[in-house]
């Protein structure tokens, strides 16, 4: 496996920041939702809010978030460059975001036509997706990195996941908005749409980056090159169980617990490689990996519980712990990294490298923060003590504790608002930097650098 990113690869900021964006504005969204839902928001899975919080964040924030990161990682970790001009991006992010709008108006108000337009929409958004990704795959197969085959074998897996995660979950919106009985889908969904698609590129991401960007030793090559497969294997089978009769529940279920306990054995490994990492200190994004890291093992343990009658909401708390736990606490350690270095790059395209007068453009430069120092560690550390805090209450309410039932919203909705701030910080200092760049150059009689559109 290689150890090196090609970041000059990597998309133009106008490919990717308004999914990032989506991240705060979905999670903002979900905190006042569930404001004004109230407890009674944690009485049953099946609640409308409950519905619609979910598809927030799986599709609004999780998902955005991904489907940013993919296009990232496959650029400079790959080799695999995914051509889409602007225009298209906008139309997706579009498709996306209305989508997603749609699909928890419906599940708030059950109009069927809400559910005809969401399906659209999000059918659009995702069968472009796909299209694109694997296109963009199948032409570069002969130019990825030898060293990063590892990595787009789980890849290549996690989209056949979201294929079949949107395609369960199309043929449920189908029954909703022609108000007919909903096929039993809806466990082949949430297992595709968290273990294969959100957990197979989980695998993927951290095989490659937690190397380069913690520093810490690889990972076995058994557990990376056969894990995937494993998973995938396990799913398939959970696929072709689901359609047997009930007597062969006690297999699905076995099934199931591998699933978890394979999640479980990739939990414990990266987090004895964080904890031995060479880098000295830990910054938001290691705190982050390992708030996902707890949460995916606390989640393995409670599934052992889910056939006690005593534990009732124990599923609804796995989701929670899978959702906003595992998955959440990746992408937003992920933005820590990510949205600076992205701000930083686009920055220095406005610099001209002139060789013939060192002097402008080291002056220029200076104007460009380094990517430290887009975000405060301190208030970066902020959101995840608050995101930590809002994981716990809202576990806790899940799993019936009363009083965390009225405190788990408003501390959700501190946790976004943080992060928010922060983002809207990078991005105000990146402004900053454009402003005092053109003001050097008009006062020195320095043509600006053409902005040159990247695909």
Known sequence: MQRALSLDQSPSLSLTLPLFANVPFFGLLAALLALYS????????WHPATLALTHAWTLGIVGSAMFASLTHILAVACNVRIQVSSGRALVFWSLLSVGTLLLMTGFLSWQSWTYKLAGICLALALGGYLLT????????????FRGAKEIVAPIRLALLGLLLTVLTGLAMLVALASEQAVANLLNLHMMMGLAAWA????????????PIFQITELYPAPLVRWLPWVVSALLIAQWA???????WLPVRDLVTYLIFLSYGLWAVITWARLWQRKRPTAGASTLFWYSSLSSLLIAVLLNFWTHNPAASNTELAIGVLLIMGALGSVVCGMLYTIVPFLLW???????????????????LLRFIPKTANY?????????????SLSL?????ASLGIESFTWI??????????????????AWQRYRNSLHAIRAYQAEHHIAAKPHCPES
Do not use: C, Y
């Open 38 to 45: 109230g407890p009674e928001l944690f009485n049953s899975r």
């Open 133 to 144: 990704v694997m296109l963009a795959l199948w032409h570069s197969r002969r130019d990825v």
């Open 199 to 210: 957990g197979l590129l989980l695998l993927a991401m951290s095989f490659q980056l937690l």
């Open 241 to 247: 169980l689901a359609s047997l009769p009930g007597s």
């Open 345 to 363: 790059r686009e920055a220095q395209k406005h610099v001209s490298m002139d060789t013939d007068n060192t002097e402008h453009t080291r002056a």
């Open 375 to 387: 975000i405060p560690a301190s208030t970066a550390r902020a959101h995840w003590a608050l995101h």
């Open 392 to 396: 716990a209450l809202w576990t806790g």
């Open 408 to 425: 788990a919203a408003p501390a959700l909705l501190l946790s976004f608002a943080i992060l928010s701030w922060n983002l809207w910080t």
